[in-house]
């Protein structure tokens, strides 16, 4: 079992940005697939990039390529995401999920555990 506690979210202008962190307990933390997701009010919640056990790989869903990065410390059992040139139509609660066997990273079906999520907010 692992548990995900997710922080850094928050009210932001257009253009600015934001990291939200995401810190787990538990098992090992290296042994986990990593994803973060979003959902706006009244969408599906929606894939926005996943990054390998050891981080080597990662998966950005097109909307968020080139503004966000993710990376993961295993030695702090943390993974980030790095916000850039947010827009008002990244405004959603962001969470974090965890995977022991991940073949498709955007499917949330893969994911195992999941944080309670961070509302992030951008403003026009």
């Known amino acids: 079992q692992v548990q995900l506690v997710e922080s850094g979210g928050g009210l932001v202008q257009a253009g600015g940005s934001l990291r939200l962190s995401c810190a787990a307990s538990?098992?090992?933390?290296?042994?986990?697939?990593m994803g973060w997701f979003r959902q706006a009010p009244g969408k599906e919640r929606e894939f926005v990039v996943g990054?390998?056990?050891?981080?080597?790989?990662?998966y950005y869903a097109d909307t968020v390529k080139g503004r966000f990065t993710i990376s993961r410390d295993n030695a702090k059992n943390t993974v980030y995401l790095q916000m850039n040139s947010l827009k008002p139509e990244d405004t959603a609660v962001y969470y974090c999920?965890?995977?022991?066997?991940?073949?498709?990273?955007?499917?949330?079906?893969?994911?195992?555990?999941w944080g309670q999520g961070t509302q992030v907010t951008v403003s026009s």
């Open positions: 990054i390998s056990r050891g981080g080597g790989s990662t």
């Open positions: 999920a965890a995977s022991t066997v991940v073949a498709e990273f955007s499917d949330p079906y893969e994911y195992d555990y």
């Open positions: 538990g098992r090992t933390f290296s042994s986990y697939a």
